[in-house]
């Protein structure tokens, strides 16, 4: 069965210094990733989605990037830190069919200070 | 652009009683695919029941079923018997046909089932 991680689970970072979180995928190859923020008491917005290694679509201006260095692992990255930043980032994994869904990783809590 | 509403922040039901959750959506496509996850405190986003735009019968999966109207862009979905275990936030999710799949939410509801 396929299963998909995340790490760190909660992380605590000052205004102004990098982010990294790393997703990885098992049990499925050449998926869809995405990553998704969720805000305090709002709704799942889409940051970036790959569908292959290199290849990455960002869905709202930000100041975050992401990268796909692998084909079952994706990496949301910062230069520096927004108060903004903060929230719940979730890793998904979807199938290339058309009719497949999403899965979603256990999410990292982000608190910018 | 797709866009997916929620208009109840909030809500509640007794215990093994039914509980309807609405959602409306707005696109343009033809072909698309509706959801409905659930959100437990854990956080951890559970897939719920899964509906393709070109089929007319209503999903059904257990004690959760959904009304699809696809002329109004409406699907709600109905939980029935309510337990204790589906206190969550509910969110409702469009996937536009294409390249990346990509999902679009609602805000999400907050169910409560009393005891």
């Known amino acids: 069965s396929q299963t998909i991680h995340q790490w760190p689970a909660t992380l605590v970072q000052p205004v102004g210094s990098p982010l990294s979180l790393e997703c990885t995928v098992e049990?499925?190859?050449?998926?869809?990733l995405y990553w998704y923020r969720q805000a305090a008491g709002r709704g799942l917005q889409l940051l970036f989605y790959?569908?292959?290694?290199?290849?990455i679509s960002s869905e709202v201006p930000q100041n975050l990037s992401a990268s796909r260095p692998q084909d079952r692992q994706f990496i949301l990255s910062s230069k520096k830190l927004l108060l903004s930043d903060s929230g719940f980032y979730l890793c998904?994994?979807?199938?290339?069919?058309?009719?497949?869904?999403?899965?979603f990783g256990p999410g990292t809590r982000l608190t910018v200070l | 652009a797709q866009t997916v509403t929620q208009s109840q922040p909030e809500m509640s039901v007794q215990e093994a009683e039914t509980v309807t959750l609405s959602c409306t959506y707005d696109t343009s496509e033809n072909n698309y695919y509706l959801f409905w996850y659930k959100q437990p405190p854990s956080r951890q986003m559970i897939l719920v029941i899964r509906q393709e735009a070109y089929k007319q019968q209503n999903a059904t999966e257990n004690r959760f079923s959904v009304n699809f109207q696809k002329a109004a862009k409406s699907f709600s979905l109905k939980i029935s018997d309510s337990q204790l275990g589906d206190t969550a936030m509910y969110f409702c999710?469009?996937?536009?046909?294409?390249?990346?799949?990509?999902?679009?939410f609602g805000t999400g509801t907050s169910l409560t089932v009393i005891p």
């Open positions: 999710a469009f996937m536009k046909q294409g390249t990346g799949n990509q999902f679009y």
């Open positions: 998904a994994w979807g199938g290339r069919v058309l009719t497949d869904t999403q899965y």
């Open positions: 049990g499925t190859s050449n998926p869809n």
């Open positions: 790959s569908v292959g290694i290199g290849q």
